[in-house]
């Protein structure tokens, strides 16, 4: 069963918009609506409304369970824009183009999962904590410990040209 929720005339930019879509497309919808929410982009607070209303839909329209839900698609398209302009110098102008967009999201339920949003979440950080209690190895090596460093002398300039100071 697939959710479809869609957002129009939104006062930003696609592009900006365009960014945090393609974070969460193919994201569990909780999982999607966690990152979201801890987003600091401004176009995070549009894109976390449809999806939570996308989520409502399922919930109330088609009687889904949440944790059963993923982002199938999300699609950023333009609207109309709103032509400006601005004053220059010397009697000129110049235009402002602001952006609207056309925000489309499908959420579908995933095969063969009933298992609840929050309980998926729960098991997946206790994965990710046995897997650092084992003892696996993080990309980035630690380093050693050494000697501080100290800052070496270096030759004062005197008139652009590097000359050894006579003290």
Same mark, same amino acid.
């Given at each position: 069963?697939?959710?479809?929720?869609?957002?129009?005339?939104? %006062?930003?930019?696609?592009?900006?918009?365009?960014?945090?879509?393609?974070?969460?497309?193919?994201?569990?919808?909780?999982?999607?609506?966690?990152?979201?929410?801890?987003?600091?982009?401004?176009?995070?607070?549009?894109?976390?409304?449809?999806? @939570?209303?996308?989520?409502?839909?399922?919930?109330?329209?088609?009687?889904?369970? %949440?944790?059963?839900?993923?982002?199938?698609?999300?699609?950023?398209?333009? +609207?109309?824009?709103?032509?400006?302009? @601005?004053?220059?110098?010397?009697?000129?102008?110049?235009?402002?183009?602001?952006?609207?967009?056309?925000?489309?999201?499908?959420?579908?339920? %995933?095969?063969?999962?009933?298992?609840?949003?929050?309980?998926?979440?729960?098991?997946?950080?206790?994965?990710?904590?046995?897997?650092?209690?084992?003892?696996?190895?993080?990309?980035?090596?630690?380093?050693?410990?050494?000697?501080?460093?100290?800052?070496?002398? %270096?030759?004062?300039?005197? +008139?652009?040209?590097?000359?050894?100071?006579?003290?």
């Amino acid at each position: 069963m697939e959710v479809i929720a869609k957002a129009r005339y939104i %006062r930003m930019s696609p592009r900006k918009v365009r960014l945090l879509a393609g974070l969460i497309r193919g994201m569990d919808a909780v999982r999607a609506e966690a990152q979201l929410g801890f987003s600091a982009k401004a176009a995070a607070r549009p894109v976390l409304k449809l999806l @939570r209303s996308a989520i409502a839909n399922a919930e109330h329209n088609h009687k889904l369970d %949440r944790g059963g839900l993923f982002v199938k698609t999300i699609t950023v398209d333009g +609207g109309p824009v709103l032509k400006r302009w @601005r004053a220059r110098a010397h009697g000129r102008a110049a235009p402002i183009k602001k952006r609207t967009s056309h925000i489309n999201i499908v959420l579908a339920e %995933r095969e063969g999962e009933s298992v609840s949003g929050l309980k998926a979440a729960l098991v997946g950080k206790k994965v990710e904590k046995a897997v650092e209690s084992k003892g696996v190895k993080s990309k980035k090596p630690a380093k050693p410990a050494g000697k501080a460093k100290t800052k070496t002398a %270096r030759p004062a300039k005197v +008139g652009g040209k590097a000359t050894k100071s006579k003290r």
